[in-house]
């Protein structure tokens, strides 16, 4: 009996050990979820929606967006970290819920490390301060004495706490040494509509959010974090040459999967992003954006492990004083 049945759980984990690779050679034999842990329309959101239609070309499968929003993106993080990892659901996790959730949040019900398997980094994404369009300030030094003399009045927008707007206007404001209202929202899409219609005053967002509004002149930019202007809003002065140049930002958006993805399948998704990456109309809608396209050398799973890994470390001490 004992015989009969150990045999029989041999055979089983032998079918098992077949079936496996075999499934991950036939991937995708259906549609993938990509969850988006902002409200649509935002930058995670764009970023993914552009290189996901180009990837689900390449896979014969759709790939279908499901924006879970809610606490900066930690929700939809949570939700992915624990979803079946059989590559059908994977997230655009980015700079906030894969590196700065982690000193931010400190019960986070995932580490960005431990739970995950890096697939490949989508977009370096520089930050941008921006204001309501009749925000009186004009430029970025009145911007700075403004918000010193007005410190108690103005407020400043963002896509929940360890968001990437969250993060880098807390870095700004303690450059600044000043503690605006925060006003949530469930991602900088909404936070940019009410930008526009002048409900808050300013926010430091993503660039792919801001070169439509910048472009239509429905809101104000006083300066880009980045060492460099971008080609994208060659108008728009770095904060080096605006004077603040201790206000250095930019983002990232990657693509990940939950810990124990089979390599196979990891290895299928990370060639559909390079693909993607590579494809002239998909280059030329990520620049138009202003995103900073990585280079070969940092689309491989292993450079994204190394960049959330040095990125925990470096927001980390930034991050722990003020939780
Ligand atoms: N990336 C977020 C979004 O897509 C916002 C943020 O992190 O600030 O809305």
């Known amino acids: 009996m004992t015989s009969i049945r150990s045999l029989a759980g041999a055979c089983l984990a032998a079918l098992c050990a077949l079936a496996a690779p075999a499934s991950a050679q036939n991937y995708p034999t259906r549609s993938i979820t990509m969850i988006v842990p902002f409200a649509a ?4 959101d764009v970023i993914s929606r552009i290189v996901t239609a180009h990837m689900a070309q390449t896979l014969g499968q759709s790939i279908i967006i499901e924006n879970v929003v809610g606490a900066g993106g930690t929700t939809a993080t949570t939700r992915a970290a624990r979803a079946v990892n059989d590559g059908y659901t994977l997230i655009t996790g980015h700079m906030g819920t894969h590196a700065a959730s982690v000193p931010l949040y400190p019960k986070l019900a995932y580490h960005p490390e431990k739970d995950f398997e890096p697939i490949a980094l989508l977009a370096g994404t520089p930050i941008l301060i921006l204001a309501r369009k009749d925000f009186p300030p004009k430029d970025l030094k009145e911007f700075v004495a403004y918000v010193k003399a007005n410190a108690e009045k103005v407020n400043a927008a963002h896509a929940g706490v360890g968001s990437v707007s969250h993060v880098s206007c807390e870095l700004l404001n ?4 000043i503690k605006p209202v925060g ?7 909404p936070a940019m509509n009410a930008l526009v219609a002048g409900q808050v005053d300013y926010m430091c967002d993503q660039i792919v959010n801001a070169v439509p509004q910048i472009n239509a002149g429905t809101i104000k930019a006083y300066a880009i974090a980045t ?3 971008n080609p994208s809003l060659p108008n728009v002065p770095t904060t080096t040459e605006a004077g603040l140049p201790a206000f250095q930002a930019q983002a990232w958006n990657a693509i990940f999967a939950p810990k124990g993805t089979s390599p196979a399948i990891i290895a299928t998704l990370n060639a559909a992003t390079v693909k993607a ?5 998909v280059r030329k809608r990520l620049l138009e954006l202003g995103s900073v396209i990585p280079p070969v050398s940092a689309r491989t799973p292993e450079a994204l492990a190394t960049l959330v890994k040095s990125e925990i470390a470096k927001w980390t001490p930034v991050l ?3 939780s």
């Open 174 to 177: 303690s450059i600044l040494g």
């Open 41 to 44: 329309g935002g930058p995670t």
């Open 277 to 281: 990456l590579d494809d002239e109309a």
């Open 183 to 189: 006003v949530p929202f469930n991602g900088t899409g």
């Open 227 to 229: 060492p460099e202007r």
């Open 320 to 322: 722990k004083p003020a």
